[in-house]
């Protein structure tokens, strides 16, 4: 039973009976006369889970082959899980490894109405043969459930701004840019404009006052994920730019229209810019 599983992902070379471990050995492995060892394909999972649903499929195998059919138990692991019973669903009837097979699957499903917007829930789950066969390689399972609703909004908008403060208010307020494109970031639901001001920065006073015409220092990094904008860790010219407390923040899927509201803490500039697709 020496060095059975220094390699997982090899283990079911099951038409040689044969498992390698890391090049370095080889151990031959009885299939119908072992011990047998249960264990999950993998260590983690993730459930983006949208309106429309949102499910993983979790493989469990087995080391030896039988000629009956084989239970084993998926429990809850209480003090290592964050998701509450109502966000998720185990769904299987019955957790069987059928007579002469070495695998079975079943699935996690997310509840998206009980899942709030940014909140990543832990379940793990323990893996337990019913019928107390040795177990070892990887008993454990790590499942993030999360909403995940995909967007594809890359284009041209009109942008009109309205100004809560600025340095020469009343001027320049609201103001409207015509056509400015939102660019896909990194990653799924990831976005960026070149100017977070709706132009007062890039084209309106600010430019040529302070200089900040440069549209590198104006960026904003967002995310759009069901409905809601969100962002983090970002910077205007003079210091950290943050959502602004409760302003609006959100996506419109039915008309298509992205509301941003902002606030730069340094010396106060407000606004909230209203994103219309052309």
């Known amino acids: 039973m020496k060095n059975i599983f220094k390699n997982l992902s090899l283990v079911f070379l099951f038409a040689a009976a044969t498992l390698v471990s890391c090049g370095e050995e080889t151990t031959t492995y009885d299939v119908d006369g072992g011990d047998t060892v249960y264990f999950f394909f993998n260590s983690t999972a993730s459930v983006p889970v949208s309106t429309e649903g949102g499910s993983a499929e979790v493989k469990v195998g087995v080391t030896t082959r039988s000629n009956v059919d084989r239970t084993y138990a998926v429990t809850v692991n209480a003090e290592e899980t964050t998701a509450p019973a109502n966000t998720y669903t185990i769904n299987s009837s019955s957790l069987v490894i059928s007579a002469?097979?070495?695998?079975?699957?079943?699935?996690?499903?997310?509840?998206?109405?009980?899942?709030?917007?940014?909140?990543?829930?832990?379940?793990?789950?323990?893996?337990?043969?019913?019928?107390?066969?040795?177990?070892?390689?990887?008993?454990?399972?790590?499942?993030?459930?999360?909403?995940?609703?995909?967007?594809?909004?890359?284009?041209?908008?009109?942008?009109?701004?309205?100004?809560?403060?600025?340095?020469?208010?009343?001027?320049?307020?609201?103001?409207?840019?015509?056509?400015?494109?939102?660019f896909a970031g990194t990653g799924v639901n990831n976005y960026y404009v070149n100017?977070?001001?709706?132009g007062l920065y890039?084209?309106?006073?600010?430019?040529?006052?302070?200089?900040?015409?440069?549209?590198?220092q104006n960026r904003l990094n967002f995310t759009v994920n069901c409905g809601q904008v969100s962002w983090t860790n970002q910077i205007e010219p003079y210091g950290p730019l943050e959502m602004l407390s409760g302003g609006v923040n959100t996506y419109n899927p039915a008309t298509g229209v992205i509301t941003i509201s902002w606030f730069a803490p340094t010396y106060g500039e407000e606004g909230v810019s209203v994103y219309t697709p052309l």
């Not at 040795?134 to 999360?146: D, P, Q, R, S, W």
């Not at 594809?152 to 809560?164: C, I, M, P, Q």
């Not at 890039?202 to 590198?216: E, F, I, Q, R």
């Open 195 to 198: 100017d977070f001001s709706g």
């Open 100 to 182: 002469g097979e070495y695998t079975d699957t079943f699935s996690i499903s997310g509840v998206f109405a009980n899942i709030p917007d940014g909140v990543t829930y832990v379940l793990t789950l323990d893996l337990t043969p019913t019928d107390g066969y040795a177990m070892a390689g990887k008993k454990k399972l790590v499942v993030n459930i999360f909403r995940s609703c995909p967007t594809s909004l890359a284009g041209l908008y009109s942008v009109t701004t309205t100004y809560a403060y600025h340095d020469f208010l009343p001027s320049f307020n609201p103001h409207t840019i015509n056509s400015v494109q939102i």
């Open 202 to 216: 890039s084209v309106g006073p600010y430019c040529t006052a302070y200089g900040t015409c440069n549209l590198t």
